[in-house]
């Protein structure tokens, strides 16, 4: 028997969901088919799954009815990191996968997105209807002379027609890559401008929060900037006119009907690509420069977000996926993949907290929500603002609550507990745009504990590794995943040596991936998250680099140089404060502020406005000129100066004081006077 007792778990799965849930169908059927263990539960699944890594995908791929148009000749080639090759010779297309559900007459008229605003009021798109636009779209596209391999952009809302251009672009073997609308335009230009798009679908402007913002002048400027577009299509969300030139979206998708094909029309040509071809570019931070272009293949992603949906997240047919995100954010990636379940999509385009604080609850219980996803500071603010959802909202149908942006902390279990539903499975997943899915979380087989991830995922050899590189049990280390998973990224984009790609997640631990993340592997097999090892900001699930910060701000005459930190509190709170060094005679008043936080809130977003800006004598740097970041976040988050910092490695080691001082003032207020 164990010395320390495994804590009294929050919730367990009852006999009823553990026996119908996919993992467990999944893992009988390995058993039988492909060797897995027949007993031992998830734990023993996931031991199989990373011990015979190419035996666990190739069920992966069986069970999921992988369309594969020539056959692979292996699962793996080379297990090296980074450099695994997948599946080689294999070619399938992912858009053909995600909207098989519309080859099944009894379900070509049911829902397979239902799109809601602000407004509420709710649009359904059918299985056929959306077959039929990514059919129209793709046809056009082909005929402006988009090839395999070519880039398509998106500045679109989380809107059906953002699904149908993504779908389409696949289905023709381009690249996709999206910016929500509220970034600003030099946000937007440093990641397009990398990729080098050929068309750029766009809206004029977005609702959020009651308001109407206005996008044709930024879209104008895109144009502009981006010399290798062939063409812009107008999505008139607004309602206004196209720009002179551009194409219009109704133009591109009912060309069939118009023609009086109508029903007989075609279905989509998918192009049929190699495993490992390009399906769509994310974007990293930007904390140390321009965003890192993330290059994830169309097999790679197919067979991680299957594994995930289906067995991780228990989708189906019957389930009503919703997660609130942005086209920005990697899970706007990850819910478009809910169709290769044949489950309806839900996408909600508005404010979190628009009209209220509880307005996702409403979207989940209009739309029958099976399984919602939101952000830990969502959960967190609901929390604080004493809403009730269980007792105003209908939430029967949901049986998952999801988050993910940050650590959930112990609190927000404990409220989505007694607030939501008791018998509620509550999972609290990390993973990262750089995978574009999650290291551990959601099992539906296994209990629930407060603050604590259920499990390192399937076919995921998740560890804790100390500074000396030692996997350590009930210790905090960095997280480590010691094999490839198949949606690591194939490349950067214009990272023709791959040298940047090996410097963001290879040189601390050559051959095993370091994310950046601070963890927990408990004994009772459950993963603690503490937060970012690096200089991440990351507000509402939405990351964005300190470089897009530094750069506009310092645009400012009156701003010599500064530092911005993003810093998870302990009582799930995140503190971004903005420290300045100013020019000689600025003065940082009232006046200053506002200019400050109205020049992030324009150019960038108004989720990175900070919530403090605070003068001090000079930024600290590397020997080499970089602005320690991460440094100064420890020192903020209470670590003394001798273990936050290697002082050799400092310009001016007499400028960080001030934030050890900071962070005991603000651990230790002063109550005199």
Not at 232 to 253: D, R, S, Y
Not at 293 to 319: F, M, N, Y
Not at 565 to 588: K, S
């Amino acid at each position: 028997m164990p010395t320390s007792a495994t804590p009294e778990p929050l919730w367990r799965p009852d006999p009823e969901r553990i026996a119908t849930a996919g993992v467990t169908r999944f893992q009988s059927w390995a058993a039988a088919r492909y060797g897995a263990p027949a007993d031992g539960g998830y734990p023993a699944l996931h031991r199989w799954s990373v011990d015979e890594l190419e035996t666990f995908w190739t069920a992966v791929a069986d069970w999921f009815d992988v369309r594969f148009t020539t056959p692979y000749e292996r699962v793996l080639a080379d297990r090296a990191m980074p450099g695994a090759h997948w599946f080689p010779g294999a070619t399938l297309n992912y858009a053909e996968h995600a909207l098989r559900a519309a080859e099944d007459p009894a379900r070509a008229q049911e829902p397979a997105l239902l799109y809601v605003d602000e407004t509420q009021e709710q649009t359904p798109v059918s299985w056929h209807e959306l077959r039929r636009q990514v059919a129209a779209l793709a046809r056009e596209l082909r005929a402006l002379g988009v090839r395999p391999g070519d880039r398509v952009s998106g500045y679109l809302p989380n809107i059906p027609q953002a699904v149908t251009a993504l779908l389409a672009t696949a289905a023709v073997g381009a690249v996709w890559t999206s910016c929500a609308p509220d970034f600003g335009a030099r946000s937007v230009l440093d990641r397009f401008q990398q990729v080098e798009p050929v068309v750029l679908f766009a809206v004029d402007g977005y609702r959020y929060g009651g308001k109407e913002h206005d996008r044709t002048e930024t879209v104008a400027e895109l144009r502009r900037e981006l010399p290798t577009l062939r063409a812009l299509v107008h999505i008139p969300l607004l309602g206004t006119p196209a720009p002179e030139g551009a194409l219009t979206w109704t133009g591109l998708t009912e060309p069939a009907e118009a023609s009086g094909a109508g029903q007989d029309d075609p279905g989509p040509v998918f192009e049929q690509v190699p495993f490992d071809h390009p399906l769509w570019v994310l974007y990293s931070s930007g904390t140390t420069g321009l965003p890192k272009a993330i290059v994830q293949s169309q097999g790679g992603i197919l067979l991680e977000h299957l594994k995930q949906l289906g067995l991780h997240c228990d989708l189906g047919p019957e389930d009503r996926f919703f997660w609130y995100t942005s086209t920005g954010w990697m899970m706007w990636n990850f819910l478009v993949s809910g169709l290769l379940t044949g489950t309806t999509v839900i996408l909600y385009d508005g404010s979190p907290g628009h009209p209220a604080v509880d307005a996702q609850w409403g979207v989940a219980e209009r739309t029958g929500a099976t399984f919602f996803g939101t952000s830990a500071a969502y959960v967190m603010a609901c929390r604080k603002a004493d809403v009730h959802p269980g007792r105003d909202h209908d939430l029967s149908r949901i049986g998952c609550v999801a988050t993910t942006g940050s650590p959930l902390p112990p609190d927000g279990f404990r409220w989505l507990h007694d607030e939501v539903a008791e018998d509620l499975w509550i999972a609290s997943v990390s993973g990262g745009t750089d995978v574009c899915s999650c290291f551990a979380g959601a099992v539906p087989t296994l209990p629930v504990h407060i603050g604590e991830l259920q499990a390192p995922c399937l076919g995921t050899d998740l560890q804790a590794w100390d500074e000396e590189g030692t996997p350590v049990i009930g210790e905090v280390g960095e997280l480590i995943v010691t094999n490839p998973m198949p949606s690591m990224p194939i490349r950067f984009w214009n990272d023709p040596d791959g040298s940047r790609y090996r410097d963001s997640y290879f040189t601390m631990f050559p051959g095993v991936w370091r994310h950046g993340d601070w963890i927990t592997l408990t004994d009772h097999g459950s993963v603690i998250i503490h937060g970012r090892s690096d200089s991440t900001l990351n507000r509402q699930g939405v990351r964005m680099g300190s470089a897009d910060i530094y750069e506009a701000v310092e645009r400012l005459p009156e701003i010599r140089e500064s530092l911005v930190i993003g810093v998870e509190e302990p009582d799930g709170g995140y503190w971004m404060p903005l420290f300045v060094q100013l020019t000689e005679g600025a003065v940082l008043d009232d006046a200053l502020r506002d200019r400050v936080r109205r020049t992030i809130r324009e150019q960038l977003s108004p989720r990175h406005v900070p919530d403090e800006i605070l003068e001090v004598p000079g930024i600290p740097h590397t020997l080499t000129g970089k602005r320690i970041e991460v440094p100064v976040k420890r020192l903020l988050q209470g670590a003394p100066l001798d273990r936050a910092v290697n002082a050799g490695s400092v310009d001016n080691l007499g400028l960080l004081p001030f934030y050890e001082n900071l962070a005991r003032a603000r651990t230790h207020p002063r109550t005199d006077g």
